[in-house]
């Protein structure tokens, strides 16, 4: 059986993940300048993962809201509290939460 999907080569999840690591640093950056180009490097981010179906790493991953998809800067348009053995992250754009464990 062939499977509709094809596969990707390693050495293109190599350079999509370079990218999406390039990306997360440039929108850390232009935040101070630009918040909505950083929104915008966080997008891209997001789509280039999903189209070679790799995971974003965890630090990633609270960097940016999952509601709205805006860049999160704790102090600055994000609250950080830790409640219950959770970190929790507060968007004051969207005025959601996002819920990370805390590992021990």
Do not use: W
Request: glycine share 2%; proline share 3%.
């Amino acid at each position: 059986m062939v499977s509709k999907y094809s596969k990707k080569s390693s050495e293109n999840l190599k350079i999509a993940s370079e990218r999406v690591d390039i990306l997360f640093f440039q929108a850390d950056e232009m935040f101070s300048e630009n918040p909505e180009l950083s929104d915008r490097y966080v997008s891209l981010a997001r789509k280039i993962a999903m189209k070679f179906k790799i995971k974003l790493k965890s630090e990633y991953k609270r960097r940016f809201c999952k509601h709205c998809y805006k860049y999160l800067r704790p102090g600055v348009n994000a609250r950080v509290r830790t409640q219950n053995g959770k970190v929790v992250y507060s968007c004051f754009s969207c005025k959601k939460f996002s819920r990370f464990p805390i590992k021990r």
